[in-house]
């Protein structure tokens, strides 16, 4: 790779020396040199060849000395460092050229090997410091790629509850840092039936939640025909193992709520199942149905659970981040917990749940990170008298 | 989170040391890989000194699984803790992959 060298200094002799003493580097292409006479000529230069890598810079120049250089230096973006030449013993201009940003110092008369090795060792500085900030812009560059990431999930949640008198609806999604792909979905079949979705696809970050976003879409399309639960998951299972090279998955319940009477019908993906909360506290979780994780294989078969809900009942659904969020001292906050908090409740209503057990699982977790997206679908059945 | 491999007659013995999530799975991913590239198609994963996994290594787990099937190879797993095997139980997965309590079991499922 061809370093690039300024050469600042009104002598045209140095020119000369420079050309002569490096011939063979410049021969193999190691150094390319560029000649200014002066500051302002230098800033010339630095304008038309945004890739000097260092400059090499007499003090005493008409025009724009180099000490003032220097300054104009420190206020420009690039990150090309200076060396400056000074007249033997003269401590007050190395002092003022050091403490504006020169790299290194060399006297008159030139020594050609110091000067050699003085440019080497800068030239080695320089590529640490290209280096770093490339490492800074990848990581821009991430970073804008999360953000892309996180956009798309809240994009895919639905922006209002249903508006219906007999039920009432809150969720709640907190993505991990890294974006876990979780995410939840409501919508009414018909004017009778309520559909609902909670899932959790595998892995993190952009990948996640493109996925997230296939799933979600196929999921609802094939909910919204009105199909029997299991049987969507089964189709969008056979649908979602396609082209599935990097075997991702996705863990899903999927229900459906009759809110004139207040049967529920119900598949599972390889989820926790929801917990059905009582006006009185009491907790059940609802009975585990044949079926696992969607992606995985084709061909699987789900089953379809029943049960009734009776006024007032509330049903919590929640992915595994709230049960694995890990406190400092690397204890699982555990279903146990979680449950003990569902029983506790002074009022069972879906957003004093989803809201009091956020507080308890990031109360517990304290300064831990969080590994996982939280997500909570609290759904309450309360048909008019 | 390390992995480390022991070959008895015809079988790689993968073992999972620490904890796979989303930052140590690719990693994981590479060592069974290489294990794989070099084996003979038997591979039996001892989890006893697996603490825990996340769904990143779930996903690791089941390309390897669909790998070893296409190429008519097999894969046990064996020494899973209660927490894991409920992991693997509520997402379905116990009836995929084929799961030994203990890995002398596990041997011989794969026919040592």
């Known amino acids: 790779m061809t370093r690039k060298i300024l050469v600042v200094d009104?002598?045209?002799?140095?020119e000369v020396l420079i050309l002569q003493k490096f011939r063979r580097k410049i021969r193999n292409?190691?150094?390319?040199?560029?000649?200014?006479?002066?500051?302002?000529?230098?800033?010339?230069?630095?304008?038309d060849n945004e890739d000097i890598d260092m400059i090499l810079t007499d003090i005493n120049m008409p025009q724009m000395d180099g000490l003032t250089l220097l300054e104009e230096l420190l206020r420009l973006p690039c990150l090309t460092k200076a060396v400056v030449v000074s007249a033997y013993g003269d401590m007050n201009n190395i002092r003022t050229a050091m403490n504006r940003g020169a790299f290194d110092f060399i006297t008159k008369p030139i020594d050609f090997r110091d000067l050699e090795l003085t440019i080497d060792k800068t030239l080695s500085e320089m590529l640490v410091l290209q280096k770093g900030h490339q490492a800074r812009n990848t990581l821009s560059a991430l970073q804008q790629e999360m953000e892309l990431a996180g956009r798309l999930q809240q994009s895919i949640l639905p922006r209002s509850y249903p508006e219906c008198r007999e039920v009432s609806v809150y969720a709640k999604m907190v993505p991990a840092k890294d974006i876990g792909g979780d995410f939840y979905d409501f919508f009414f079949i018909d004017d009778d039936h309520l559909g609902f979705i909670i899932a959790d696809v595998s892995g993190k970050g952009v990948t996640a939640a493109m996925f997230m976003g296939v799933s979600r879409t196929l999921?609802?399309?094939?909910?919204?025909?009105?199909t029997a639960v299991d049987k969507v998951l089964s189709h969008v299972n056979n649908l979602l193992c396609v082209d599935n090279e990097?075997?991702?998955?996705?863990?899903?319940?999927?229900?459906?709520?009759?809110?004139?009477?207040?049967?529920?019908?119900?598949?599972?993906?390889?989820?926790?199942?929801?917990?059905?909360?009582?006006?009185?506290?009491?907790?059940?979780?609802?009975?585990?149905?044949k079926g696992i994780a969607l992606g995985v294989m084709e061909g699987i078969e789900f089953e379809e659970g029943t049960v009734y809900l009776a006024p007032g009942d509330l049903l919590y659904l929640f992915t595994d981040g709230m049960p694995d969020a890990e406190n400092e001292a690397h204890e699982f906050y555990d279903e146990k917990r979680l449950m003990e908090f569902l029983g506790s409740l002074d009022q069972v209503a879906p957003a004093s749940v989803v809201n009091g057990a956020y507080k308890a699982v990031t109360d517990f977790v304290g300064k831990g990170p969080q590994f996982d997206d939280m997500t909570q679908l609290a759904i309450q059945y309360q048909p008019p008298e | 989170?390390?992995?480390?491999?022991?070959?008895?007659?015809?079988i790689d013995i993968v073992f999972l040391i620490g904890r796979i999530d989303a930052q140590s799975a690719p990693g994981v991913n590479q060592e069974i890989a290489t294990v794989l590239e070099n084996g003979r198609g038997k591979m039996l994963i001892d989890f006893k000194a697996l603490e825990y996994i996340s769904s990143a290594g779930l996903r690791v787990l089941i390309t390897f699984a669909k790998k070893l099937k296409a190429a008519q190879g097999s894969l046990v797993l064996c020494n899973l803790n209660p927490k894991i095997y409920e992991v693997f139980d509520v997402s379905g997965f116990t009836a995929i992959f084929d799961i030994r309590t203990t890995q002398e079991e596990a041997l011989k499922t794969l026919g040592a």
């Open chain 1, 10 to 14: 009104d002598e045209p002799d140095l």
């Open chain 1, 29 to 47: 292409n190691d150094f390319e040199f560029f000649f200014a006479r002066n500051g302002l000529e230098a800033l010339e230069q630095l304008r």
């Open chain 2, 1 to 10: 989170m390390h992995v480390e491999h022991e070959i008895r007659e015809d």
């Open chain 1, 246 to 289: 990097l075997c991702m998955f996705v863990t899903v319940i999927y229900a459906v709520l009759n809110v004139k009477t207040g049967e529920l019908r119900y598949a599972n993906g390889g989820h926790t199942p929801p917990v059905k909360i009582a006006p009185d506290s009491s907790l059940m979780m609802l009975p585990q149905t």
């Open chain 1, 219 to 226: 999921l609802r399309f094939t909910a919204l025909q009105g």
